[in-house]
């Protein structure tokens, strides 16, 4: 069975930053394409960065120039890192990966202090 176990969320002040870890278990396969989504408080989920397999990557306006999304294919790993956090970044954050199954991991609270 394919799971998705994310880690690395927290607390973090204003401008300051965090790396989530997504690690894929129970399978030694690579996913073709793996996300970063993140659900703002009272709001519909929405797509941070994608990574595909063979290195092509997408980050999302609101998140250029502060967010990177990396892969580590041999630890079939993917991360997201994001820099000069704001208060309106409070979300949980969720990965997904697709090969094309359809998997998502369990999410993970990133809150911004003022």
């Known amino acids: 069975q394919v799971q998705l176990v994310q880690s690395g969320g927290g607390l973090v002040q204003t401008g300051g930053s965090l790396r989530l870890s997504c690690a894929a278990n129970g399978s030694a396969t690579g996913f073709f394409v793996m996300a970063w989504y993140r659900q703002l408080p009272g709001q519909e989920r929405e797509l941070v960065a994608t990574?595909?397999?063979?290195?092509?990557?997408t980050i999302y306006e609101f998140a250029k120039g502060r967010f990177t999304i990396s892969r580590d294919n041999a630890k079939n790993t993917v991360y997201l890192q994001m820099n000069n956090l704001k208060p309106e970044d409070r979300a949980v954050y969720y990965c997904?990966?697709?090969?094309?199954?359809?998997?998502w991991g369990q999410g993970t609270q990133v809150t911004v202090s003022s």
């Open positions: 997904r990966g697709k090969r094309p199954g359809d998997y």
């Open positions: 990574a595909t397999s063979d290195g092509g990557y």
